[in-house]
């Protein structure tokens, strides 16, 4: 099944990371009874971006409903960036650090596997993320959101990608969704009129799944 974070057109074009990064670190500047308040950081593609959709319908903010709803006091900051890789990703991850990160959901290689990137390369990246972000902040936590690679890229790229994520998990007692868009991906009632990205209501199932994952974290922090 292809697992994509963007259109091939999307695919090709490198966003500017830098400016991406300060631009998350910038809207995410809190207000001042904030100032305190733990992130949850979402750092991914043009799915975590919401792509075709308002923020307040892409899956983190409907995340920070349901923390709002649980009377749970953390921020969600949306570092999803339409087109990015690992690399990407990892580029403008020092600025993002600057956040009081807590809990990091990583959502990342889907543009990476659409452009045939090594995935030994797609590895050592999203480690880097991970292993950056810890060293900036000891004590915060992570959920890794898995991709699935397309099967026309054959069995050995497929196996390879595929278990980069539940290895990373494991190495870094990280909470797992092993697959962002399972029931969502090639569904034409839950994806836009590209086949790729998620409509409103794919949204709200992608956040009903990070959520049952994402909650004990915060609780187990919070607590």
Known sequence: MLASGCSPGEADRKPDTADAAKAAVTHAAPSAEQADTPVVLFLGTSLT????????????????QDIRAANLDYRVVNAGVSGDTSAGGL?????????????????????????GQSVDQLRANLEAILQQTREAHPDVRFLIAGMRAAPNLGSDYVQAFDAVYPALAAKYHAALVPFLLED????????????????AAGHRLIAERIWRALEPLLRERAG
């Open 49 to 64: 971006a919401g792509h075709g959709l308002p923020e307040s319908q892409a899956f983190p903010a409907l995340v920070q």
């Open 91 to 115: 580029r403008r991850l020092g600025w993002l650090l600057r956040l009081p990160i807590d809990v990091m959901v990583l959502e990342l290689g889907a543009n990476d596997m659409l452009r």
């Open 184 to 199: 969502v991906a090639a569904k034409r009632e839950l994806n836009q009129a590209d086949g790729i990205h998620p409509t």
